[in-house]
């Protein structure tokens, strides 16, 4: 079946610095693409929806700015954590989604991001 | 490798128990969870097993024996709310989790 992944699975990181989070499909060509974060026993929440080649379209409360994504190709988008802080630390994890009839969304298996 | 699986689309009637199964083969075991999630919305948290037995929580149920490497989800007094896709998910030994493909609920009155 389909597979997404994310690369890294996880970092520490220094309070200050950007982080960026890959994430991939790997068989499959993806139209769009979600960022969650989610944290301990928590839904996961909607962070950013991301087409290729277009801007990504952020939800009400997420920081822009802060949270830089980019749609590359259809097989790959980022996201990066600028200037992290500590309360940035959490579960991120990115979905991706086919297109045609039958439209199917995969998740990745998440980046766990501490900022110390 | 890792795998997940479970059904991929079940009927049910409104009013009614409907159980979807979840097994899987992953390298390490830190809990299953299992998510609602309705079309074009983020997925909603159910519940999280560590421990084999059930966990109950209103209309809704989960399952977990380890040593099969089973889980299932127990959904009762079926409302058409209810209609949505149902996702298993284990976390690994390395805290990643992997994901099933989702089971889509079709509720009928």
């Known amino acids: 079946g389909a597979v997404v992944s994310q690369h890294p699975s996880r970092v520490i990181c220094k309070s200050g610095t950007s982080v960026k989070i890959e994430c991939r499909s790997l068989?499959?060509?993806?139209?769009?693409m979600f960022w969650y974060r989610q944290f301990p026993k928590q839904s996961l929440m909607l962070m950013a929806t991301?087409?290729?080649?277009?801007?990504?379209?952020?939800e009400q409360g997420v920081e822009k700015d802060k949270f830089l994504i980019n749609h590359a190709s259809l097989t790959l988008s980022t996201l990066t954590v600028t200037s992290a802080h500590p309360e940035d630390s959490s579960f991120y994890i990115c979905?991706?989604?086919?297109?045609?009839?039958?439209?199917?969304?995969?998740f990745g298996p998440g980046t766990r991001l501490l900022v110390l | 490798g890792q795998n997940i699986d479970q059904p991929t689309e079940m009927t049910a009637t409104e009013g009614a128990i409907v159980q979807i199964n979840c097994t899987y083969q992953?390298?390490?075991?830190?809990?299953l969870f299992w998510y609602q999630q309705h079309a074009g919305e983020a997925p909603t948290f159910l519940s999280y097993?560590?421990l084999d037995g059930l966990e109950e929580k209103g209309r809704f149920s989960s399952f977990l024996s380890r040593s099969k490497g089973y889980s299932y989800l127990l959904l009762k007094e079926l409302q058409m709310k209810d209609s949505a896709s149902y996702l298993c998910?284990?976390?690994?030994?390395?805290?990643?989790?992997?994901w099933g493909a989702g089971t889509k609920l079709i509720i009928k009155p």
């Open positions: 979905s991706a989604r086919t297109g045609g009839v039958q439209e199917t969304q995969y």
């Open positions: 068989d499959f060509q993806a139209t769009t």
């Open positions: 991301s087409n290729e080649g277009s801007k990504a379209t952020y």
């Open positions: 992953t390298s390490g075991f830190n809990g």
């Open positions: 097993n560590v």
């Open positions: 998910a284990v976390m690994d030994s390395n805290y990643q989790l992997i």
